[in-house]
């Protein structure tokens, strides 16, 4: 039952991100990419990671999403900008993309039919393995992993930061410095 | 009882109750502002839903030729589906729960954040300048505000030690969580009103400023379900916030349910009192007041009850 549920999630995967990359419409495709994020957060779930599965809908469906649409709905340009992007797209650019991505996935099929590497029993593991709670990962991030914890706070700041000079305008920064020397 | 009968009660129950609390709403805002409200048909107006419900259905359902056709029928059926999901994790009573979930506080998180989605699809689709500005003013509250209502939970959630809802209950038995958390049920609250758009915090459909926001297209059965999502929404936060800071469907005498419905009655009429009481604030002055007032306000609380505990714990 849980296998079933996981291929036909894999497939929703796989197919409505083939749709976020083909689809004409940008807005159409970023809800192509959010049901992506969806689907990937019923897999972690299946695989009793509840936690990163509800992490991945609040941060990445509702949060990240939101802001790529916001943009993209400001920026709409409807059919206009899609007949310049269509003039701009050639076949030609994307032949090496095309020959390294198939290059990756058969080395993927190689891995997976031709080696020795126990790969049909790693999927019972992780289905086997026991939920791991809140606590676990608290415990996991705030004893051996707390630097990163640290370090990816400090970047989130300085970002934040920057974003804020940023989104000052020079004009505001010229007075405020002309404030400061009188 | 069988197993699909209590959710089915439970989702009936809800669509009469969001249906009637718009009659509750026009009566109670007609009593304090000295005026009469519905009150022809049937007795005291009850039936007024019912006439209303009759009138929405048979209207033109239009689909403006200009829109997108999928997304513009979509997103109500979002607004609907994500309200009446966030039911699932309520306990009314001790044995009435639809779900019984470890991660309860999360789905929620996930769910409010999910139902950004609906507006903006709604004023996308609509492809018209009013509902894009509705649709704009929404993406920036919703994000804002979601930031502080998963930090105000995060107080109640270091209280009870558990991020599922009947844990937090049971962990209210004695003393409830008000006592300990009223910085942090404030900004709950706040973030409750700007998540689901109502009044004073309405400015997705400011009617004084953009005619009605994102469902300025919509007409006939698709506007009334961003109607009735609304006022399910307003059931939803006050029952999330008796589940949280109320203790639930804990009281004396009368028998848990009668509880429940007691403490989020209550709120649903305080729901409606600001939006007789508040007028509506400018749009920057919203956004200055998240930011600047309510993330500092909100991130101290957690400090404050972390380190209380913590201190406590030894």
Redesign the interface.
């Given at each position: 039952m849980l296998e079933t549920i996981f291929i036909i999630t894999a497939a929703i995967i796989l197919i409505s991100a083939l749709l976020t990359i083909t689809a004409h419409?940008v807005?159409?495709a970023l809800?192509y990419l959010?049901v992506t994020m969806l689907a990937i957060s019923l897999i972690f779930f299946i695989l009793g990671a509840?936690?990163a599965a509800?992490?991945q809908?609040?941060v990445y469906?509702?949060?990240i999403m939101?802001?790529f649409?916001?943009v993209t709905?400001?920026l709409?340009q409807g059919e206009k900008s899609l007949a310049q992007e269509r003039h701009l797209f050639h076949f030609t650019t994307s032949i090496t993309a095309l020959t390294l991505s198939s290059l990756l996935f058969f080395e993927l099929i190689y891995m997976l039919f031709f080696t020795s590497a126990d790969t049909a029993n790693s999927m019972v593991t992780a289905q086997s393995s026991a939920i791991i709670?809140?606590k676990d990962i608290g415990k996991q991030l705030y004893g051996p992993y707390s630097l990163l914890v640290v370090i990816s706070a400090l970047m989130l700041l300085s970002a934040l930061i920057t974003a804020i000079h940023i989104s000052k305008s020079p004009a505001t920064i010229q007075i405020k410095a002309k404030g400061d020397n009188l | 009882m069988s197993s699909w009968l209590t959710p089915l009660i439970i989702l009936v129950v809800l669509l009469l109750l969001g249906a009637w609390s718009i009659w509750l709403e026009r009566r109670v805002l007609a009593l304090w502002q000295d005026r009469l409200g519905p009150n022809r048909v049937g007795p005291f107006g009850l039936l007024q839903v019912v006439a209303d419900m009759i009138k929405i259905f048979t209207k033109e359902d239009w689909v403006p030729p200009f829109a997108d056709k999928v997304l513009f029928i979509i997103s109500p059926m979002i607004v609907m589906i994500m309200t009446l999901l966030g039911f699932a994790i309520i306990p009314f009573a001790p044995n009435i729960q639809i779900s019984q979930f470890d991660h309860a506080l999360l789905f929620l998180l996930a769910i409010s954040s999910l139902s950004v989605y609906s507006i903006m699809l709604a004023g996308f689709s609509s492809n018209s300048k009013y509902a894009l500005l509705g649709a704009m003013r929404t993406a920036a509250q919703m994000i804002s505000y979601e930031v502080f209502m998963g930090l105000a939970l995060m107080g109640v959630v270091i209280l009870a030690d558990d991020f599922s809802l009947s844990a937090i209950v049971a962990a209210q038995a004695d003393v409830w969580f008000i006592c300990y958390q009223p910085l942090g049920f404030v900004l709950f609250f706040i973030a409750g009103i700007a998540e689901i758009h109502r009044a004073p915090f309405d400015l997705p459909e400011a009617e004084t400023e953009i005619v009605a926001g994102f469902h300025t297209e919509y007409s006939s059965m698709k506007f009334g379900m961003f109607f009735i999502g609304e006022y399910l929404g307003v059931i939803l936060i006050s029952s999330l916030i008796t589940t949280l800071y109320f203790g639930g469907w804990q009281g004396p005498l009368l028998p848990p349910l009668v509880w429940f419905i007691l403490k989020t009655g209550f709120f649903v009429m305080f729901f409606i009192l600001l939006r007789a009481a508040i007028p509506r604030p400018r749009y920057d002055q919203l956004m200055v007041f998240a930011w600047y007032i309510l993330l500092p306000l909100s991130l101290l609380n957690l400090l404050v009850t972390g380190a209380v505990k913590l201190s406590l714990l030894g």
């Open positions: 419409n807005v159409h809800l959010v509840s936690f509800a992490l809908i609040i469906a509702g949060a939101v802001l649409i916001f709905m400001m709409h709670t809140v | -």
